[in-house]
């Protein structure tokens, strides 16, 4: 893992940084999938922990994300947004279609 690391090709990013830091979410990922082209790969692979926004009670403003993400990326972009099954339980269910309906693919994952 620290090989990747220090390649610059595996970045690991605390959630509450990425999306309520100092640097937008959009921009950062505009800005890795530049340094991606610039170091020869073909692609970007992003798992995201959902998580921070039921941390901070922000349910509706998860839905919204979400929702305002386009479906297919103009980058060359794989994006996995990743829910516990407790913070995906505690959207409504008109939430959770929405989100289900608005993501290409959707898996879960069972203990």
């Known amino acids: 893992m ?3 690391e220090r390649e610059e090709s595996l970045f690991i990013i ?3 940084d990425a999306y309520f830091g100092q640097e937008p979410d959009r921009s ?3 800005r890795i999938a530049t340094h991606v ?3 020869g790969k073909n692609g970007l692979s992003i798992l995201i922990d959902k ?3 039921p941390y901070k009670g922000m349910f509706k403003e998860l839905v919204n994300y979400g929702l305002s993400l386009p479906t ?3 980058l060359p972009l794989k994006r996995f947004c990743i829910f516990h099954q407790n913070d995906f339980d505690r959207l409504s269910e008109e939430q959770k279609q929405k989100l289900i309906e608005h993501h290409e693919l959707n898996m879960r994952i069972k203990d």
Do not use: Q
Request: without cysteine; charged residues 40%.
């Open 37 to 39: 082209k610039e170091i």
């Open 2 to 4: 620290f090989k990747y």
């Open 72 to 74: 297919i990326f103009e």
């Open 28 to 30: 950062f990922k505009e």
């Open 51 to 53: 998580g921070v926004y």
């Open 14 to 16: 605390d959630s509450l």
